[in-house]
């Protein structure tokens, strides 16, 4: 137990050491949004992981309670990521005709929702139902985070910031994740609601007190021609559709990680959760460090050669990194694959932000719509072939998709200052 509260103390720290960055000096230049704006993007951003952070370290558990195979209840993963596809797609309207702090707003509602809808499920299948709004609340969460980014700090700082959402975002996983662990034995339906549920009080009351009001175009003055003008403007534009395309295929690998990495641990190396919640703790100390390393990276190279560079590398380690027997070369791999996946999120959202930037809402919505898919993929795909042929081939799978995703970022993207106007 000594062991657990030396993790729980440097979590604690870590978590200072963040809120150190958000209100430095550095983040106060962005007098738009303010420190504690910064810090609810954080906040907000974090909070979409919390369901997963439940599910993935107790997917054993919720399946052995509705006594159905570990793939079968994954697909809960699959109804989110399919939901969240589909209300991406209408974001990209919605986010034209309301104001982008009471989209994000009823997103954070809609996690609290879910969370206290999901303690009553009586079946597997109304659980899959009922976990399919975490998609719906992603797909109102992730896109607005970032278009606030884009309408509230200054283009040189964007990358930055949003690595700082990145990195909160792991944070709040990772402390989510030694959370879970440590209260499993409650049963997993009292865990998600202790979890999620006052957290998710706390970001909107932060929501609703410390993000400014959008200053564009009030609700009464848009078109319906206005509404699907974004879309027009991407389909006309290569490097914006290369964007969402390669997201779709290059995050796929990060997903299998965070859907199927606990399990797989769990299953293969016969760990308990609480020991694969201490292990995920410093997988998710990797991806923060990435995704803070961005800007550095950005000095040496464009965010097009490091978007390429990353999405790269996560799908050549996911190849072979689940086939290994050995749990800490596993491990070692599986680092490195979490670096590149901090590093991967933050710069793809950057990247994604300034292709069309005066639809910055649109693009956003339908980037966080290509990045469910790729989790749809990564737990669709990668469960069906987890079912029949194991960890193994599932995994190789996903990291093929990766680098074809490698592939088509490159024929077809350009850096956001280089790309033609549509």
Not at 317 to 334: E, Q
């Amino acid at each position: 137990m000594n062991y657990i509260d030396y993790i729980v103390l440097l979590n604690i720290t870590i978590t200072n050491y963040l809120v150190e960055i958000v209100v430095s000096n550095k983040v106060k230049s962005d007098n738009e949004l303010g420190k504690f704006g910064i810090l609810t993007l954080v906040m907000s951003r974090g909070l979409t992981m919390l369901p997963a952070a439940v599910v993935s370290l107790l997917l054993v558990d919720i399946s052995l309670s509705f006594n159905v195979e570990v793939g079968v209840a994954g697909q809960a993963s699959t109804a989110a990521g399919l939901m969240s596809i589909l209300f991406g797609l209408v974001m990209g309207a919605l986010s034209v005709r309301f104001k982008h702090k009471s989209l994000l707003f009823t997103g954070i509602l809609l996690f609290v929702l879910v969370a206290v809808s999901a303690f009553f499920s009586t079946s597997v299948s109304m659980l899959i139902a009922v976990y399919a709004l975490v998609g719906v609340a992603n797909a109102l969460v992730m896109p607005m985070v970032s278009t606030i980014i884009g309408e509230f700090v200054s283009p040189d700082r964007r990358a930055s910031v949003i690595g700082m959402t990145v990195g909160g975002m792991f944070l709040i996983y990772l402390l989510g994740m030694l959370s879970v662990g440590l209260i499993s034995n409650i049963g997993w339906r009292m865990v998600m609601v202790l979890v999620i549920v006052p957290f998710g009080v706390l970001v909107g009351i932060m929501c609703r007190t410390r993000l400014p009001e959008q200053t564009k175009t009030s609700d009464d003055q848009v078109s319906i021609s206005d509404l699907f003008r974004g879309y027009m403007q991407l389909l006309r534009n290569k490097s914006a559709i290369g964007v969402i395309l390669g997201t779709i295929l290059g995050f796929t690998p990060w997903y299998f990680y965070v859907i199927y990495g606990a399990s797989f641990y769990r299953q293969k190396f016969l760990m308990s959760a609480g020991s694969v919640s201490i292990a995920v703790i410093f997988l998710m100390i990797s991806a923060i460090i990435g995704s803070f390393t961005v800007g550095r990276f950005l000095k040496m190279a464009s965010e097009k050669t490091v978007l390429l560079s990353f999405t790269s590398l996560l799908g050549a380690i996911t190849l072979f990194t689940f086939r290994i027997p050995s749990f800490w070369v596993t491990y070692v791999a599986s680092l490195i694959a979490c670096f590149s996946g901090g590093i991967l999120i933050t710069i793809s959202s950057s990247f994604a932000l300034g292709q069309i930037p005066e639809y910055s809402g649109t693009m956003m919505s339908l980037h966080s719509a290509a990045d469910s898919m790729g989790s749809s993929l990564a737990a669709g795909l990668g469960g069906s072939l987890l079912l029949v042929y194991g960890y193994e081939l599932g995994s190789s799978a996903v990291g093929a998709l990766g680098i074809l995703g490698v592939l088509v970022l490159y024929i077809l993207t350009s850096n956001p200052k280089l790309a033609p106007n549509p």
